[in-house]
């Protein structure tokens, strides 16, 4: 090979050399660092110090997900009188849904609108993948044994995140306005509470079984109740 022959394959080899090297982010090129600049589009966090805004949400506003319990092939419980839980957590939801749309601080989202069936999963995945401020998901309660048993029960899974003091003001709020017994606030591991990533409650409103309770959890009075204590409590929660 001649001189000019060797110094064309050099340069050809350097090339090549060259183009690997910038490929797999060893050099920079115009000033940035083509492997960081990559890593940084395929990230779905925030860097430190940036804010994100909630994928479709509003500004300043606080989105709270609504979890009306069971439907579809799924009914929950059977009222003293022969009705279904999930149509009283469906008409509470949509009541809830209306006084927080009318709030200016809030951006709600239901879980289910009509009567649907939806893995558990799924419930709290809306949460999650709308980056909720919270999640409530709304349950009528029931009770196999021959014991008048009444009253309201809410319960949290993580106490670490605000689900605790969320569900303490939601109880206390529910307490005040039906006047039922005081069951008290309680950690389990719910599937809805334990896969959500966001403040999660679930509130077992009262139970279906004791016709006391029911005539108040089915009554448009006893929802409205209901439905404003939750607003309230939410309210307070985020310090308003």
Do not use: C
Request: aromatic share 8%; hydrophobic share 35%.
């Amino acid at each position: 090979m001649g001189k000019s022959g060797k110094i064309a394959y050099f340069m050809a080899v350097l090339g090549i050399i060259m183009v690997l090297l910038s490929l797999g982010g060893v050099i920079t090129l115009g000033g940035e660092k083509h492997a960081g600049s990559v890593h940084r589009f395929l990230s779905s966090g925030p860097a430190v110090g940036e804010e994100r805004a909630v994928p479709g949400g509003t500004a300043g506003k606080y989105r709270i997900v609504i979890d009306p319990g069971h439907g579809g092939k799924d009914p929950g419980a059977t009222s003293v009188s022969g009705r279904e839980e999930k149509d009283f957590t469906l008409a509470l939801a949509e009541k809830v849904y209306k006084r927080l749309e009318q709030d200016s601080m809030f951006e709600p989202v239901l879980t289910r609108t009509s009567d649907e069936f939806i893995e558990l999963e799924d419930r709290s995945k809306v949460a999650n993948e709308q980056h909720a401020n919270a999640f409530i998901s709304l349950h009528g309660n029931t009770y196999e044994g021959s014991e008048p048993v009444s009253g309201t029960e809410t319960y949290y899974y993580n106490k670490g995140d605000g689900s605790y003091e969320l569900a303490e003001m939601i109880h206390q709020h529910l307490i005040e306005a039906l006047g039922f017994r005081d069951r008290g606030v309680r950690q389990e591991g719910w599937k809805v509470l334990r896969t959500s990533e966001v403040p999660a409650v679930l509130a077992e409103i009262g139970f279906l079984t004791n016709a006391e309770n029911e005539s108040v959890l089915f009554s448009e009075a006893g929802q409205d109740k209901a439905a404003q204590a939750i607003v309230d409590a939410l309210k307070q929660y985020f310090g308003k």
